[in-house]
């Protein structure tokens, strides 16, 4: 199983359409987040029938701005729970033991009203108590690392956003892949790259697809790369390649929670692990 999210920066250019048709017959996704689609709601519904989409839900667009669409396909049972204008919450598998959570999110664009959307997460983070995947254009850093070219950050407005996602319980999940995702260019010659887009889980998320890769897609009609997410559940052979240990499970501290639920599960193996 996987899924695609991506800010496709408007729906009404029709090599945006194309291109998105092309990522999605490559990739397959059973479900597609897209975030500024600047769409009415026929170009959507035929944006649904080009990728061959049974279901479709959106955010109306704000004037010739905004607007979120979530595709997906029969194959998963998926279930709308909440939307705003920032995201579009979702429940696969709703009330069976298998029930886990995922949000297509999208971070306010103006740095001013950017507490507007922290105030969603927080409410999201209350309302229900599942696993939870939570992907998309954040707008904002974790880290001055996270930005090439430009200004400087300011640290308050990433602490901001850092102390949401500790509320969360969310771990970045990383990535594959160039390391930013969203570029600018200036008539002057100088760039700015900035790691707008990822993948959060929280500790629950993590024991049931702990091998999950975020993939950076390349674009040619958006600023953002789209987010390919490749869902991988816990399966240890004796036979199979070795198990690759993530650094970023270290710095959460349900990390030893997720290793002791592994090697539970697994005490009857004798995996060899790589600590990448």
Known sequence: ?????????????????????????????SAVFLAETWADEARLKEIKRNLEFENLFFVERNNRGGGLALYWRNSIDLNIETFSKYHIDAIINKGKADAWRMTGFYGEPMTHKRTEAWSMLRQLSNRV???WLCAGDFNELLQSSEKLGGNNR???QMQLFRDIVDECGFVDLGYVGPQYTWQKHFTDGHSIWERLDRGFANNEWLLNFAGTKVHHLSSDT??????????????????????????????????????????SNTHNYDPVVEVM
Do not use: Y
Not at 6 to 25: A, D, F, I, S
Not at 228 to 237: A, D, S, T, Y
């Open 1 to 29: 199983m996987n899924f695609l999210f991506w800010n496709c920066r408007g729906l009404g250019n029709l090599r945006t359409g194309k291109e998105l048709e092309v990522v999605v017959r490559a990739k397959d996704p």
């Open 129 to 131: 108590n599942l696993p």
């Open 154 to 156: 300011s640290q308050n």
């Open 222 to 263: 958006s600023d953002h790369r789209p987010l390919w997410i490749v869902l991988e559940g816990l399966e240890f052979h004796p036979t199979a390649k070795p198990f690759r240990f993530e650094e970023m499970w270290l710095s959460d501290p349900g990390c030893a929670e997720i290793v002791e639920a592994v090697w």
